[in-house]
């Protein structure tokens, strides 16, 4: 069983920037895939960053457009989400999930390919 937990979310202005983490029980590197998703309410799950099993890529929702940046610390197996110029579009509860996907494409941004889910973080972008 592979738990995940999430920190970091709040309150933010437009404009601001927020730095979540995601601890994960388990080494990740060559076992699984670990994204952040976001959902808003009366919306659907959003895939918003993600780093490949290999631990070698990063990826990105289209709507990120170089806002947001994605790194792992593999020492510490924990996996961060660096948010910059922060909109009120971008307010929603981001889970951090894990899952055995190997895909680069299609499958590593579909939340129906991960098993494992964290409890979420809200994130509040609101003057």
């Known amino acids: 069983q592979v738990q995940l937990v999430e920190s970091g979310g709040g309150l933010v202005q437009p404009g601001g920037s927020l730095r979540l983490s995601c601890a994960v029980s388990?080494?990740?590197?060559?076992?699984?895939?670990i994204s952040w998703f976001r959902q808003a309410p009366g919306k659907e799950r959003e895939f918003v960053a993600g780093i490949s099993r290999s631990g070698t890529e990063a990826f990105y929702g289209d709507f990120v457009q170089g806002r947001f940046n994605i790194t792992g610390d593999t020492t510490k197996n924990t996996v961060h989400l660096q948010m910059k110029s922060l909109e009120p579009e971008d307010t929603a509860t981001y889970y951090c999930?894990?899952?055995?996907?190997?895909?680069?494409?299609?499958?590593?941004?579909?939340?129906?390919?991960?098993?494992?889910w964290g409890q979420g973080t809200q994130v509040t972008v609101s003057a």
């Open positions: 388990v080494p990740t590197v060559g076992f699984y895939a």
């Open positions: 999930a894990a899952g055995s996907v190997w895909s680069r494409g299609a499958r590593l941004r579909d939340y129906q390919e991960y098993r494992f």
